[in-house]
């Protein structure tokens, strides 16, 4: 379950202030203490924790009495509102082009799970907003890799744009937004290639791509169960691509939540949406209040 761990930590920390009466300086540094530790477990980026605790401490303790609330429940909120800040605050929606088709890069490292978000997100454009994507295999390098996007096409009744392993990336894109637009699609949705690591080869030829098709959004998928590695890779994206949005995936297994927590604050990038299991119906928008909801309980 995603962020049980910290879940649990964090709930039992809030339990002990939520019915006080009264909540002392004291009370609060003793709970921040506790929350710190709660947060460095999850893998939260500790500059990430280092500001939050700092603006919950003086949110906590120069905030006006609110009559409605007991003074625990009011520390409570505070958490609450900082860390829903802490993921974004609003929802941050989906490019869509003035003119279509939309042009959506997916991007990320290999295993991330790319191109299973890639046929997600088709799937939900159809589905939640009436749209007609174009899904398109980039990733020439892994012939595998082509196979699971058309396979999942099949699977979605949708058409994937593939010229096999021979052709070059940036060409196979450029074509593939001409013929969208010719077919008129909407949405064009290309699955671009991933390696293990992020290394210069891969980035360069991202970064043509982005000349050659200008895209409307460029979304990174990260695993989040790799912590604080998935920040550092979501770094290195934006620095040299200047990402737009990021896809965090198997966060039904994340149990410590440090990647979606620390991804904003670090890279200044909006969490999108959420992978939450492998079925092709298991993308959600992310919704940073409803995380932080779900995270305190
Ligand atoms: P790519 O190499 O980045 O294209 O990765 P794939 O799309 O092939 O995904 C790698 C693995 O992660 C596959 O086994 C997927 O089923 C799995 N996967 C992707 N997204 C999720 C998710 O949100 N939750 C879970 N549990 N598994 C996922």
Same mark, same amino acid.
């Given at each position: ?23 002392? @300086? ?5 709970? %921040? ?23 919950? $401490? ?13 003074? *625990? ?16 605050? @609003? ?19 290999? +295993?991330? *799970? ?11 454009? =159809? ?14 390098? =892994? ?9 999942? +096409? ?19 894109? $450029? @074509? ?81 939540? *440090?990647?979606?927590?620390?991804? $904003? ?10 992978? %939450?299991? @492998? $079925? ?18």
């Amino acid at each position: 379950m995603a962020f049980e761990g910290l879940a649990a930590r964090l709930q039992d920390t809030l339990t002990k202030i939520r019915g006080k009466g009264k909540v002392s @300086e004291q009370d609060i540094k003793e709970m %921040m203490r506790e929350v710190r530790l709660a947060l460095l477990e999850a893998d939260v980026n500790f500059k990430v924790v280092k500001q939050f605790i700092a603006n919950v $401490k003086e949110k906590a303790l120069g905030q006006e009495v609110m009559k409605s609330l007991t003074p *625990g429940q009011q520390v409570i909120k505070v958490v609450n509102e900082e860390l829903t800040a802490l993921m974004g605050a @609003e929802q941050s929606k989906i490019a869509v082009a003035q003119k279509p088709p939309t042009v959506v890069m997916m991007v990320g490292l290999q +295993g991330a *799970g790319k191109t299973t978000t890639t046929a997600k997100l088709a799937n939900h454009l =159809r589905k939640k907003h009436n749209r007609k994507p174009l899904l398109v295999a980039c990733d020439v390098y =892994r012939p595998a890799a082509i196979q699971q996007l058309e396979t999942l +096409g099949k699977q979605l009744n949708m058409p994937v744009f593939s010229k096999g392993t021979d052709a070059n990336p940036v060409d196979i894109a $450029k @074509e593939a937004v001409a013929a969208a637009k010719a077919e008129h699609h909407d949405y064009v949705l290309i699955d671009t290639a991933g390696r293990l690591h992020v290394d210069e080869t891969l980035m360069a030829e991202l970064q043509d791509m982005k000349a050659a098709v200008t895209p409307d959004e460029i979304l990174l998928v990260v695993d989040s169960m790799t912590g604080q590695d998935a920040v550092n890779v979501a770094e290195s994206f934006n620095n040299q691509l200047d990402v737009t949005g990021a896809v965090l995936t198997k966060l039904d297994g994340d149990t410590r939540g *440090g990647a979606a927590i620390s991804i $904003k604050a670090v890279t200044n990038t909006p969490i999108k949406f959420a992978g %939450m299991g @492998e $079925k092709i119906d298991q993308l959600e928008p992310f919704h940073p209040d409803r995380m932080a909801s779900r995270i305190l309980g």
